[in-house]
């Protein structure tokens, strides 16, 4: 399993566009799923096409919640891939394509090892489940980073923590999660890393993870 981040406040490689905005692209053994997709769909389909991803070659789209650095890219991305499946919270409206669109109000398995949290207040997070454990994708963790990996838990034990973190600041939750990748929104990036030195590394556009031992 492999996670590309195509769209955050900062870019790793020159070519690539940083802007406010979150987006990752996920490639497991059955299904390939972008996680949000930015404040701005040029933005966004520039940064896959210069990283060689295809967004025909996207199975499902599965928003956080409906803040515009998370879905401003959507209209961009659905007209270049009419047969994407969306997930999206219960709350979600407002999305006007032939692509088939799913709610969830509660913690559901959406494929074999590929997990929802459900609506927590506007917003869910998604995990993959991976050799070591689960790979939690989160948003902007405003329903409280701590609360949403209770939820997710119900599934299996958490291994990583991907995305925005905004203003979490309750760092111990972190002590049993052996890799933290905190980006776009996190107010606390320089805490996090200084608590937790061996096991956070850098976000930006163009990081590229692979849960086989390997990290880019």
Request: glycine share 12%; aromatic share 10%; with cysteine.
């Amino acid at each position: 399993m492999r996670i590309t981040i195509v769209y955050d406040n900062n870019t790793l490689e020159a070519g690539l566009t940083a802007d406010w905005g979150w987006s990752c692209f996920i490639e497991t053994a059955q299904r390939n799923i972008l996680f949000d997709t930015g404040g701005n769909g040029k933005i966004l389909l520039e940064n896959l096409r210069f990283l060689n991803i295809d967004p025909v070659s996207v199975d499902d789209v599965v928003i956080s919640h409906p803040d515009f650095d998370h879905i401003g890219g959507l209209s961009a991305f659905l007209n270049s891939n009419p047969d994407a499946v969306v997930h999206v919270p219960r709350s979600f409206r407002g999305i006007r394509y032939p692509n088939k669109v799913h709610h969830y109000k509660t913690p559901v398995q959406i494929y074999p090892g590929v997990f929802l949290t459900g609506e927590m207040g506007r917003e869910q997070s998604m995990a993959v489940n991976s050799a070591n454990g689960l790979v939690l994708i989160i948003g902007c963790g405003h329903p409280g980073v701590g609360n949403i990996m209770d939820v997710i838990s119900q599934f299996g034990k958490v291994y990583a923590v991907i995305g925005g973190l905004h203003g979490f600041d309750n760092f111990e939750v972190f002590k049993g999660v052996h890799l933290i990748c905190p980006a776009h929104c996190t107010k606390h990036k320089d805490d996090i890393k200084k608590m937790y030195p061996e096991k956070c590394i850098e976000g930006g556009v163009g990081r590229v993870i692979e849960f086989d031992g390997t990290r880019k």
